[in-house]
Antibody
Framework: EVQLVESGGGLVQPGGSLRLSCAAS????????MSWVRQAPGKGLEWLAN????????NYVDSVRGRFTISRDNARNSLYLQMNSLRGEDTAVYFC????????WGQGTTVTVSS | QSVLTQPPSTSGAPGQRVTVSCSGS????????VNWYQQLPGTAPKLLIY???QRPSGVPDRFSGSKSATSASLAISGLQSEDEADYYC??????????FGGGTKLTVL
């Protein structure tokens, strides 16, 4: 079964850092671009970043560029999102998704930024 | 404020046909294909339509998509209660970012 499972969410203070992980299974992880997408409470979807199969190309939305870093470990079938300088507006459910079509999604992990 | 524009809500009775519109620009929909996602309450989004009008395996043919110039539409025919969900359009823009619509909440009356 093709599956993505996010982890690493939690409560963090403004200005703090958090690292999210996404474990992939059921498909050849190294063969796909991967993305992170978030959804603030009661709001719509916001694409954050993606990374090429070999990690050699990355794209970011302006709102997180310079604060968030996407990375991957193909040997571990894992995708990561390092989030620094967190703000209240970063509070959201964070999803990882596969490929340019975002054809497979994880269940999401919740990040709350609050003092 | 979302880059792509969708109506916030729509509704229809069981068995009816509803459409959801998605308006963009030459930088996104006008130059790339459109995908549609369905998000049932409390769940992750699911790919519903890709490349403007293609259905992934398992998606009923009651769902169809179309695109013209800088706009796209999702049509749902034979509306069923389980179709009640939020629907999002999305497209790549010329900066290689995915841009989403704000989402449309479909209520089945």
């Amino acid at each position: 079964e093709v599956q993505l499972v996010e982890s690493g969410g939690g409560l963090v203070q403004p200005g703090g850092s958090l690292r999210l992980s996404c474990a992939a299974s059921g498909f050849t992880f190294s063969g796909y671009w991967m993305s992170w997408v978030r959804q603030a409470p009661g709001k719509g979807l916001e694409w954050l970043a993606n990374i090429k199969q070999d990690g050699g190309e990355k794209n970011y939305v302006d709102s997180v560029r310079g604060r968030f870093t996407i990375s991957r470990d193909n040997a571990r079938n894992s995708l990561y999102l390092q989030m620094n300088s967190l703000r209240g507006e970063d509070t959201a459910v964070y999803f990882c998704a596969r490929d340019w079509q975002l054809d497979v999604w994880g269940q999401g992990t919740t990040v709350t930024v609050s003092s | 404020q979302s880059v792509l524009t969708q109506p916030p809500s729509t509704s229809g009775a069981p068995g009816q046909r509803v459409t959801v519109s998605c308006s963009g620009s030459s930088s996104d929909i006008g130059s790339n294909t459109v995908n549609w996602y369905q998000q049932l309450p409390g769940t992750a989004p699911k790919l519903l339509i890709y490349s403007n009008n293609q259905r992934p395996s398992g998606v009923p043919d009651r769902f169809s998509g179309s695109k013209s110039a800088t706009s796209a539409s999702l049509a749902i025919s034979g509306l069923q209660s389980e179709d009640e969900a939020d629907y999002y359009c999305a497209a790549w823009d010329d900066r290689l970012n995915v841009v989403f619509g704000g989402g449309t909440k479909l209520t089945v009356l």
